[in-house]
Each structure stands twice: as C-alpha cells, then as structure tokens.
C-alpha cells in the first residue's frame, strides 16, 4: 500500500534562511506527490504536485520540491523563508481507492515555524 | 471562483448524540471527499463520491458514520451516535473528476464530543 512518512514534527529556520521540509514516499508503480498547507482555522491549500517530468517543481509562493526517485523522496524547499509561511505542511500521495477511484495518503504533517 | 463551503464552522455535542456537516463544493466539479482530521495526524479519507454515487468508503467507520449525496452536488455527513474519539475537524474536498489529482478543500467543521 502506498505511504507517505514525514520524519520531522517541526523544523524552526529564521527569516530569510532556505527552509526544506522532507518527506519521503512508498508507492507500487509511479507516484504522483502532492504538497499542501494549512494555516490555522483553514482548509488544506494545495501548493504543488510532481506527476511526470523534471524533478524541481515550481509551486505556489515561492515554494519548490524536488522529485528523487532514488531515495523516494519529494522534499519542499524556498530559497529565502518568509515568517508568513509559518504553517503545517502535508506531504501526499495518490493511492487507487476503492473501485478504481483515486484517494490522497497525508502524511502527519509537520509544522514549520520562521523566526523574524 | 467560489471555494468548497462546509457548515457549520464548530460544533460541541455530548457522546451519543448526533450531528450532521454539511458541504457544497465547487460548481462543476464531479468528485467529493470527506477526511477526517485528527489532531497532529494528516487528514484521512472517509467517503469517496463521483456524483452520487460512492466509490471508496472503506475507511468509513458504517456503524456510525453515513454520508450521502443525493443530487450529485451537496453533501452532509451524520455522526450517530458520536463518541469522544470522534473529535476532529471534517474536511470537505471536490475536484473536476475522479482522475483529477488533486482536491480543492473547505475550510473543514471542526467538531468536539464532549
């Protein structure tokens, strides 16, 4: 079964450092992996996905993730963080559901906080 | 456009009582899911529907929980009777189609059994 494991609870980086949030996945055939965020009292906002192609993909808000198949990993990087994107993040896989359909595995998360 | 609307925003209800959330998705969009999120644990999905018709449930907890989708756009959620480890937030997501990759989600019912 597909699985998504998100090794940090909380990473805590200053303002204007690179941030990086790891995550790394199991999946049968070709993952398709998927970042969200959740700010407080919100619904998950989607932020970026890898299906096929290059490995660095580009998301909402200055945020990245590089693709690695080797090490089953789909990290989530920004180059300089920003203390607005203190939040949890989810990382994700698509899973087939029950009759075919497609459902998304979260991992539990991991809350990153941005010092001023 | 206009996002996933879910209602009501919070409910507190005793154990064995009822509750029902409600969801109105995206205009258009032909699948809805419901997750349920516990606290410091990703969101975990009950009820798969294409239309109104259910495609995954398995993960439905069918002696308590029923979900239903009658004309193919609203969605409610029952709760009956609710037990204290059903404390989480219910999040309603949609998308175009079940081949879509990804949901576009509400701001969830965050719900607390007392």
């Known amino acids: 079964a597909q699985s998504v494991a998100q090794p940090e609870d909380q990473v805590n980086v200053a303002e204007g450092n690179p941030l990086t949030v790891k995550c790394t996945y199991s999946?049968?055939?070709?993952?398709?992996l998927f970042w969200y965020v959740q700010y407080p009292n919100r619904g998950l906002q989607f932020l970026l996905k890898?299906?096929?192609?290059?490995?660095l993909v580009k998301g909402s808000y200055g945020f990245e993730a590089e693709f690695n198949k080797s090490q089953t990993s789909f990290h989530l990087k920004k180059p300089s963080a920003l203390v607005s994107d203190s939040a949890l993040y989810f990382c994700?896989?698509?899973?087939?559901?029950?009759?075919?359909?497609?459902?998304?595995?979260f991992g539990a998360g991991t809350r990153l906080f941005v010092k001023a | 456009e206009a996002g996933v609307a879910q209602s009501p925003r919070y409910k507190i209800i005793e154990k064995r009582q009822s509750v029902a959330f409600w969801c109105n998705p995206i205009s258009g969009h032909a699948t809805l899911y419901w997750y349920q999120q516990i606290l410091g644990q990703g969101p975990k999905l009950l009820i798969q529907?294409?239309?109104?018709?259910?495609?995954?449930d398995s993960q439905l907890p069918k002696d308590r929980f029923s979900a239903e989708r009658l004309k193919g756009v609203d969605s409610t959620l029952k709760i009956q009777p609710a037990k204290l480890e059903d404390s989480a937030v219910y999040l309603c997501?949609?998308?175009?189609?079940?081949?879509?990759?990804?949901?576009?989600f509400g701001s969830g019912t965050r719900l607390t059994v007392v």
């Open positions: 529907f294409q239309n109104n018709g259910v495609v995954d």
């Open positions: 994700a896989v698509r899973d087939m559901g029950g009759t075919g359909g497609f459902k998304t595995i």
């Open positions: 890898y299906i096929t192609g290059d490995n």
């Open positions: 999946v049968s055939g070709n993952p398709y």
């Open positions: 997501a949609s998308s175009l189609d079940r081949e879509a990759h990804w949901g576009t």
